[in-house]
C-alpha cells in the first residue's frame, strides 16, 4: 500500500463512473405476468420510461425515445409519484412536459387522454388504479387554473380515448386539501383513500376513509375508517376477500399493520417497527397481498429493513433471510413478490422473489458495480451517538477505504457529514457510488438520520416539531464530534452537506452561534430564508413551517432568528451552492441572496445554477459538475492535501 493524506488518494470511482450507468429506478406494478416500473436515466436528460419485463424475458423500453420526448413524471405535490398505471398491457401515464394523461396501447403510439390546459401543466394527475367495470381512471386530480393555491380532489377519467381529452374530469371527492392512494375494492363496489388538510403532513395526520361507488359512478356515504389529529394512516389497501387493510402509528407508536373486519379495527402483527413511510410521493407500497391468506411485508427496524410473511389466518409473522438491507415498491402475486432492494454492498435494483423457494433475480439494476471496484466499497456501519437533552440520535458511518492507499501514521480522518433531505426522511444504507467517490480518496461519510428521522417509531419522527434548525443542527454536530472521539476524525476537516431540507441543516450548522465545527460546506437548492419560503412555495409544503418551525406570520421573529441569511455574520467558512433553475420548492433567489451576501464579506464561496433543473438534478452533466465542484472546493479550501486523478 501506498501512504498518501487523506482526501487524496486516486479512485476508480469518478464522477463519470457515478452517472456513466446509474439510473433511477421508481415505480413498480404488476399486469399478470409482466412486470413494469420507472426508470430516470441521467444520459438522457433525466427523464423517466416506463419498462417491462415478462416471465423470463429481458427489460424493454416502452415508452418511446423519439422526438415527442416523452417523460413519464406527474408534478401533484411537486414531488410526483405514480405517474403510470398498467392494465392488459396498456399503459396510462402522466406526461412531464404537459401533464396530461396519455394511453399507450402495446406496440402504439402514446395519445392524449385529457384536455390541455390554457397554461401547461396546469391540470394534473397522479396514482391511478383502473376502474375496469366503468372503464376510467380514479386518481389523485390537482387542478392549477384558478388564482391561488391549486385544488385536490379524487376525479375520475374517461380511458376510451375516443373523445375524452375534450372532457373535463370527474370529481368524486373534494373538500379537503390533500388526497392520495384511491383503491377499489375487488368486486367495484367501495372506494378507499387517504385525505389529509393544513396545517398536516400526512405522516403527522392522515385519514383512511371509504365511500360507496353509486350507479352514476359517484362516490357516496364516506365514512372515516382510521385517522385523526395524533394518528398518520398510511397505504389503505383491499384484499382479494374484500377487507380493507392499512398500515397506522395508533397507540403503540409505530406504523404496524391493520384490517377492519365486520367494523372492529384490528393489529396484525404488533412489534417496535415501522412498516410505513414519510408519504412524501404516490405509489409507496410496504406490503402487498399474495393471497387471501398471506401478506408480503416490509418492516424497518434500527435503520435495517426487512421482508417477512404474514399468515392472516395463524397470524404467524415469518421474516425473510435476504440479502437487502433497503425495501420499497413492493407488489405480490400468487408466488411471488416483487420489490426495490438494495444492500450496503449492491445498488438498488428490481427483484422478484420466489416465495415458495426463497430464491430471487434480479430484474433490473440501477447501477453495476465491476468485481475491479468492490475492494474501493466502504460499507456503512450503522452508528448511535448521544446528543443534546440526553438523547440518542442516529447515522450511518462509511469509513475512509482503498486497497491501493493508507494514510501517514498518525494523521486523522476527514470526514464529510451529509444531512439528509425532506428533514421528515431518513439516510439509506443502500450503496451509492455517489458516497464512494469520497470514500475511496480517503474522506469519511456520516449520513445522519437526526432526530425527525422516520424509521425509529413516532416520537422519533415528530421530535422536530417546532424544532428545525435545532435538534437536526445538535445531531450533526453531536455526531461528527462524535467521529472525533470515536473514530479518529480530523476536528479541523469536518465538512458538512445537504440537499433541500438538509441543505437548510447545512448552512444552520455553518452559522452557529456558539463554536464552529465545521471547516466547510455545501449547500444543493437549500433553504436559507425561512420567511420567503413560506410566501413563495407550493401547495404541499406551504403549511410544513408551520409545524417545524412555528405559524407565519405569528412566528415571524423565530422564522428570523432560525434563518441563514440573517446571520451571515457568524458565517466565516467557505460554502458552495448548487442550484435548479427551475426549482419551485425552493427559487432560486434564497440562494443567490446568500451567495451575494457571502461575497460581500470576502467569504470564499461557489454557486453554479443549473438550467432545465427543477429541486433535486437529473442531467447526468450536472450530477457530475456538481460532485467534483464539491470535492474540488474542499480540496482547496480545507482538505490542503493535493488532488490525484
Same mark, same amino acid.
Given at each position: 500500500?501506498?501512504?498518501?493524506?487523506?482526501?487524496?488518494?486516486?479512485?476508480?470511482?469518478?464522477?463519470?463512473?457515478?452517472?456513466?450507468?446509474?439510473?433511477?429506478?421508481?415505480?413498480?406494478?404488476?399486469?399478470?405476468?409482466?412486470?413494469?416500473?420507472?426508470?430516470?436515466?441521467?444520459?438522457?436528460?433525466?427523464?423517466?420510461?416506463?419498462?417491462?419485463?415478462?416471465?423470463?424475458?429481458?427489460?424493454?423500453?416502452?415508452?418511446?425515445?423519439?422526438?415527442?420526448?416523452?417523460?413519464?413524471?406527474?408534478?401533484?405535490?411537486?414531488?410526483?409519484?405514480?405517474?403510470?398505471?398498467?392494465?392488459?398491457?396498456?399503459?396510462?401515464?402522466?406526461?412531464?412536459?404537459?401533464?396530461?394523461?396519455?394511453?399507450?396501447?402495446?406496440?402504439?403510439?402514446?395519445?392524449?387522454?385529457?384536455?390541455?390546459?390554457?397554461?401547461?401543466?396546469?391540470?394534473?394527475?397522479?396514482?391511478?388504479?383502473?376502474?375496469?367495470?366503468?372503464?376510467?381512471?380514479?386518481?389523485?386530480?390537482?387542478?392549477?387554473?384558478?388564482?391561488?393555491?391549486?385544488?385536490?380532489?379524487?376525479?375520475?377519467?374517461?380511458?376510451?380515448?375516443?373523445?375524452?381529452?375534450?372532457?373535463?374530469?370527474?370529481?368524486?371527492?373534494?373538500?379537503?386539501?390533500?388526497?392520495?392512494?384511491?383503491?377499489?375494492?375487488?368486486?367495484?363496489?367501495?372506494?378507499?383513500?387517504?385525505?389529509?388538510?393544513?396545517?398536516?403532513?400526512?405522516?403527522?395526520?392522515?385519514? @383512511?376513509? *371509504?365511500?360507496?361507488?353509486? +350507479?352514476? #359512478? %359517484?362516490?357516496?356515504?364516506? =365514512? !372515516?375508517? /382510521?385517522?385523526?389529529? &395524533? $394518528?398518520?394512516?398510511?397505504?389503505?389497501?383491499?384484499?382479494?376477500?374484500?377487507?380493507?387493510?392499512?398500515?397506522?402509528?395508533?397507540?403503540?407508536?409505530?406504523?404496524?399493520?391493520?384490517?377492519?373486519?365486520?367494523?372492529?379495527?384490528?393489529?396484525?402483527?404488533?412489534?417496535?417497527?415501522?412498516?410505513?413511510?414519510?408519504?412524501?410521493?404516490?405509489?409507496?407500497?410496504?406490503?402487498?397481498?399474495?393471497?387471501?391468506?398471506?401478506?408480503?411485508?416490509?418492516?424497518?427496524?434500527?435503520?435495517?429493513?426487512?421482508?417477512?410473511?404474514?399468515?392472516?389466518?395463524?397470524?404467524?409473522?415469518?421474516?425473510?433471510?435476504?440479502?437487502?438491507?433497503?425495501?420499497?415498491?413492493?407488489?405480490?402475486?400468487?408466488?411471488?413478490?416483487?420489490?426495490?432492494?438494495?444492500?450496503?454492498?449492491?445498488?438498488? @435494483?428490481? *427483484?422478484?422473489?420466489?416465495? +415458495?423457494? #426463497? %430464491?430471487?433475480?434480479?430484474? =433490473? !439494476?440501477? /447501477?453495476?458495480?465491476? &468485481? $475491479?471496484?468492490?475492494?474501493?466499497?466502504?460499507?456503512?456501519?450503522?452508528?448511535?451517538?448521544?446528543?443534546?437533552?440526553?438523547?440518542?440520535?442516529?447515522?450511518?458511518?462509511?469509513?475512509?477505504?482503498?486497497?491501493?492507499?493508507?494514510?501517514?501514521?498518525?494523521?486523522?480522518?476527514?470526514?464529510?457529514?451529509?444531512?439528509?433531505?425532506?428533514?421528515?426522511?431518513?439516510?439509506?444504507?443502500?450503496?451509492?457510488?455517489?458516497?464512494?467517490?469520497?470514500?475511496?480518496?480517503?474522506?469519511?461519510?456520516?449520513?445522519?438520520?437526526?432526530?425527525?428521522?422516520?424509521?425509529?417509531?413516532?416520537?422519533?419522527?415528530?421530535?422536530?416539531?417546532?424544532?428545525?434548525?435545532?435538534?437536526?443542527?445538535?445531531?450533526?454536530?453531536?455526531?461528527?464530534?462524535?467521529?472525533?472521539?470515536?473514530?479518529?476524525?480530523?476536528?479541523?476537516?469536518?465538512?458538512?452537506?445537504? #440537499?433541500?431540507?438538509?441543505?437548510?441543516?447545512?448552512?444552520?450548522?455553518?452559522?452557529?452561534?456558539?463554536?464552529?465545527?465545521?471547516?466547510?460546506?455545501?449547500?444543493?437548492?437549500?433553504?436559507?430564508?425561512?420567511?420567503?419560503?413560506?410566501?413563495?412555495?407550493?401547495?404541499?409544503?406551504?403549511?410544513?413551517?408551520?409545524?417545524?418551525?412555528?405559524?407565519?406570520?405569528?412566528?415571524?421573529?423565530?422564522?428570523?432568528?432560525?434563518?441563514?441569511?440573517?446571520?451571515?455574520?457568524?458565517?466565516?467558512?467557505?460554502?458552495?451552492?448548487?442550484?435548479?433553475?427551475?426549482?419551485?420548492?425552493?427559487?432560486?433567489?434564497?440562494?443567490?441572496?446568500?451567495?451575494?451576501?457571502?461575497?460581500?464579506?470576502?467569504?470564499?464561496?461557489?454557486?453554479?445554477?443549473?438550467?432545465?433543473?427543477?429541486?433535486?438534478?437529473?442531467?447526468?452533466?450536472?450530477?457530475?459538475?456538481?460532485?467534483?465542484?464539491?470535492?474540488?472546493?474542499?480540496?482547496?479550501?480545507?482538505?490542503?492535501?493535493?488532488?490525484?486523478?
Amino acid at each position: 500500500m501506498v501512504a498518501r493524506p487523506y482526501g487524496s488518494w486516486t479512485s476508480p470511482i469518478t464522477s463519470d463512473l457515478v452517472v456513466a450507468e446509474a439510473i433511477r429506478l421508481d415505480q413498480v406494478a404488476l399486469d399478470g405476468a409482466a412486470i413494469y416500473w420507472t426508470e430516470s436515466q441521467p444520459q438522457k436528460q433525466g427523464r423517466c420510461f416506463v419498462y417491462r419485463a415478462n416471465p423470463g424475458g429481458k427489460p424493454e423500453a416502452v415508452t418511446p425515445d423519439d422526438a415527442n420526448a416523452f417523460n413519464v413524471r406527474t408534478r401533484v405535490h411537486e414531488y410526483g409519484g405514480g405517474a403510470f398505471a398498467v392494465q392488459d398491457g396498456t399503459v396510462y401515464f402522466s406526461n412531464f412536459a404537459d401533464q396530461r394523461l396519455y394511453r399507450q396501447d402495446a406496440g402504439q403510439s402514446p395519445r392524449p387522454l385529457t384536455q390541455a390546459a390554457a397554461a401547461a401543466g396546469a391540470l394534473r394527475y397522479a396514482d391511478g388504479v383502473i376502474d375496469r367495470r366503468r372503464g376510467r381512471l380514479i386518481c389523485v386530480h390537482e387542478d392549477h387554473t384558478r388564482p391561488g393555491q391549486a385544488i385536490n380532489t379524487l376525479a375520475s377519467v374517461d380511458l376510451s380515448g375516443t373523445h375524452s381529452h375534450d372532457l373535463a374530469p370527474q370529481v368524486l371527492v373534494s373538500g379537503n386539501d390533500f388526497y392520495s392512494t384511491p383503491r377499489l375494492s375487488p368486486d367495484g363496489q367501495r372506494l378507499a383513500w387517504l385525505a389529509w388538510n393544513h396545517p398536516d403532513m400526512p405522516w403527522v395526520a392522515a385519514e @383512511a376513509w *371509504v365511500g360507496d361507488i353509486q +350507479g352514476d #359512478g %359517484t362516490v357516496a356515504k364516506a =365514512r !372515516r375508517v /382510521a385517522g385523526g389529529p &395524533d $394518528e398518520s394512516v398510511f397505504q389503505p389497501s383491499w384484499s382479494p376477500d374484500g377487507d380493507l387493510y392499512f398500515v397506522s402509528d395508533r397507540g403503540s407508536g409505530w406504523w404496524n399493520l391493520y384490517r377492519e373486519r365486520d367494523g372492529a379495527i384490528e393489529p396484525l402483527a404488533p412489534m417496535e417497527a415501522e412498516f410505513g413511510q414519510a408519504h412524501w410521493n404516490f405509489a409507496l407500497s410496504t406490503y402487498a397481498f399474495e393471497s387471501a391468506e398471506r401478506i408480503v411485508c416490509c418492516f424497518v427496524q434500527g435503520g435495517v429493513w426487512r421482508l417477512a410473511r404474514l399468515d392472516l389466518r395463524t397470524r404467524r409473522f415469518d421474516p425473510m433471510a435476504l440479502p437487502f438491507t433497503s425495501l420499497s415498491q413492493l407488489r405480490a402475486g400468487p408466488g411471488r413478490a416483487v420489490f426495490l432492494g438494495g444492500s450496503p454492498s449492491e445498488a438498488t @435494483a428490481l *427483484v422478484e422473489l420466489d416465495l +415458495g423457494t #426463497g %430464491t430471487h433475480r434480479i430484474i =433490473r !439494476r440501477s /447501477a453495476v458495480l465491476g &468485481d $475491479e471496484l468492490r475492494p474501493y466499497v466502504s460499507v456503512a456501519r450503522p452508528i448511535a451517538f448521544p446528543t443534546e437533552g440526553g438523547e440518542t440520535a442516529h447515522a450511518l458511518y462509511y469509513p475512509p477505504l482503498s486497497p491501493g492507499f493508507t494514510a501517514p501514521a498518525g494523521e486523522k480522518v476527514p470526514v464529510l457529514v451529509k444531512s439528509h433531505g425532506g428533514p421528515t426522511a431518513s439516510a439509506s444504507s443502500t450503496l451509492s457510488l455517489a458516497v464512494q467517490y469520497w470514500t475511496s480518496r480517503g474522506i469519511g461519510v456520516l449520513d445522519v438520520n437526526y432526530r425527525g428521522s422516520t424509521g425509529y417509531g413516532r416520537p422519533y419522527r415528530l421530535r422536530l416539531a417546532r424544532q428545525w434548525g435545532i435538534l437536526d443542527v445538535e445531531d450533526c454536530v453531536h455526531g461528527a464530534r462524535h467521529l472525533v472521539e470515536a473514530e479518529g476524525a480530523d476536528p479541523e476537516r469536518l465538512m458538512i452537506s445537504g #440537499g433541500s431540507a438538509g441543505g437548510y441543516t447545512t448552512l444552520c450548522a455553518l452559522t452557529p452561534a456558539g463554536e464552529k465545527t465545521f471547516s466547510a460546506g455545501a449547500s444543493y437548492y437549500g433553504v436559507s430564508d425561512l420567511a420567503a419560503l413560506a410566501r413563495d412555495t407550493h401547495k404541499f409544503e406551504s403549511r410544513y413551517l408551520d409545524w417545524l418551525i412555528g405559524p407565519y406570520p405569528q412566528d415571524r421573529q423565530t422564522y428570523a432568528e432560525r434563518s441563514p441569511i440573517n446571520h451571515l455574520d457568524r458565517l466565516a467558512v467557505p460554502v458552495i451552492f448548487f442550484q435548479g433553475a427551475e426549482d419551485r420548492v425552493v427559487p432560486p433567489n434564497q440562494t443567490e441572496l446568500m451567495v451575494a451576501g457571502l461575497k460581500n464579506r470576502g467569504i470564499p464561496v461557489g454557486y453554479f445554477l443549473f438550467d432545465g433543473e427543477q429541486h433535486g438534478f437529473r442531467k447526468a452533466e450536472n450530477i457530475k459538475r456538481a460532485l467534483d465542484a464539491e470535492l474540488y472546493f474542499y480540496a482547496a479550501l480545507v482538505l490542503r492535501s493535493g488532488l490525484h486523478f
